[in-house]
């Protein structure tokens, strides 16, 4: 009972080829939110807002051609692109967003179809093209953010009431083209777009400019995912289509928030991408992290293997400043991530959800037969509850980064006891457990 459409999910299922399971492989990836707006850092005419830094130019209600003379003080005299790679790799990152164009419009590469870009800025230089550079040459892909809402562009339209709107959204439609197929050609590395700025009524009654973009891309980029939030249907339906499809390569709707573990295990169906801020809800540079709960280090890490063990990536914001440097806080997160994925990122890596059970201990992934306990709260009775599904069962345990075997003791049909290590790790820590199908005469339990 499906309806026809024309500008529906045009696959069925996830994507298998090597560059969507590349993309999956590498499971923990950074946003790195940067534009005029990390000059101000959420305050303006001496009013500090709480709401997104990046939002700022909405928040104080600021006329865009104030805003964009935001230029004139682009000068990040400490930006290199190097160094921004070297830190990534070291916190274990496969990949990181960058956002090319964020709400404001203003374009971290040379656009020839805007004058608001790095060019016409003291600083002139092609960061993007520096980063892609510098991140591709650590091993580490590059996938670009791009707002379709362009708060600069006079052309842009919230909704379409009018002749007039249709024919200057038209304009700004081609505009957009224009942009993404200058990313495309002068960045062939790119592996990624992710869309933002696609809820207004504009872009829902243009499901079919939405459907062209992913074509045009994937025709520009072989290989290229491209995320569901770009895409509308012939009626407006965003992310899944009117038929219930997800469009788009992966899910990109965990903003800021995750699927539970138990009730929202529908998500381990198709391929997923949750992106998440440190503070509360800061994308861009704010100067006061004191104004909301800035999550730890542990938190973050939760967050990220919360993800994984449902078979979704996560990828953590950082807001550079403006001079071009990072804040103390996202130095030490990157650093403390990355000591942990040093020696516990194999339950990470090329990870997948398990299939079995939640237990409150924390979580599991999966690679091949492995399965990894990923041990966020060590219970008081000193061993940890696993519940294998029928016809699995536990043939070793060993503890990961120590190489220990680890006791295991079978309480029931498909039910153990896994020992804690006999020295507490004083961080979360990984077990491996080899699994092996079980035949029919083990079966003990008869
Ligand atoms: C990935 C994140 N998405 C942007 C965003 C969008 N929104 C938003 C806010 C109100 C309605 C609809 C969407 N809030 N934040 C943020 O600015 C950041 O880029």
């Known amino acids: 009972q499906e309806i026809p459409l024309k500008y529906g999910a045009d696959r069925l299922g996830k994507r298998s080829d090597a560059a969507m399971q590349k993309f999956r492989d590498n499971r923990l990836g950074a946003f790195i939110h940067w534009g005029l707006y990390a000059i101000p850092g959420g305050e303006w005419n001496g009013k500090v807002y709480n709401g997104a830094a990046e939002w700022l130019k909405s928040w104080a209600k600021v006329p865009s051609d104030e805003w964009m003379k935001l230029m004139d003080q682009w000068n990040p005299q400490n930006f290199d692109a190097r160094a921004w790679a070297k830190m990534a790799r070291q916190m274990g990152v496969k990949y990181v967003k960058i956002t090319t164009k964020h709400h404001e419009g203003f374009c971290l590469w040379p656009s020839k179809y805007t004058k608001y870009t790095v060019t016409n800025t003291p600083y002139k230089r092609d960061i993007l093209g520096e980063l892609v550079k510098a991140y591709n040459d650590e091993g580490i892909d590059v996938h670009f953010y791009f707002s379709v809402m362009d708060w600069s562009h006079p052309d842009y339209r919230y909704d379409i009431k009018s002749k007039e709107d249709e024919e200057a959204f038209s304009r700004f439609l081609e505009f957009t083209d224009n942009q993404l197929k200058e990313l495309a050609t002068r960045y062939p590395t790119v592996k990624d777009f992710w869309f933002d700025g696609t809820w207004d009524a504009s872009i829902k009654k243009n499901g079919w400019w939405t459907a062209h973009v992913e074509k045009m891309l994937k025709d520009l980029v072989p290989g290229v995912t491209i995320n569901s939030r770009l895409r509308a249907d012939d009626y407006g339906k965003r992310h899944f289509d009117s038929n219930g499809h997800l469009m788009g390569d992966y899910e990109s709707g965990y903003e800021r928030r995750l699927p539970d573990p ?185």
């Open 262 to 446: 138990v009730k929202d295990l529908k998500v381990t169906r198709w391929d997923w991408e949750a992106c998440m801020t440190v503070p509360e809800n800061q994308w861009g540079y704010h100067k006061d992290w004191t104004l909301s709960y800035v999550k730890t280090p542990l938190e973050v890490l939760e967050r990220i293997v919360h993800a994984v063990s449902m078979g979704g990536n996560m990828v953590v914001n950082f807001g550079p400043q403006p001079d071009g440097d990072f804040r103390p806080e996202e130095k030490q997160l990157a650093e403390s991530i990355g000591r942990w994925m040093k020696k516990y990122g194999e339950c990470i890596y090329g990870c997948d959800y398990s299939g079995w059970e939640k237990q409150a201990w924390g979580y599991y992934t999966r690679k091949g037969k492995d399965v990894y306990m990923v041990v966020f709260n060590p219970p008081y009775s000193k061993h940890l509850v696993v519940k294998t599904p029928v016809g699995t069962e536990i043939v070793k345990a060993v503890t990961v980064n120590g190489g220990k075997d680890v006791k295991i003791t079978e309480t029931a049909r498909n039910e153990y006891n896994v020992d804690m290590p006999d020295k507490d790790p004083g961080e979360p820590f990984v077990i491996k457990l080899e699994t092996k199908e079980k035949t029919s005469e083990t079966d003990k339990y008869r």
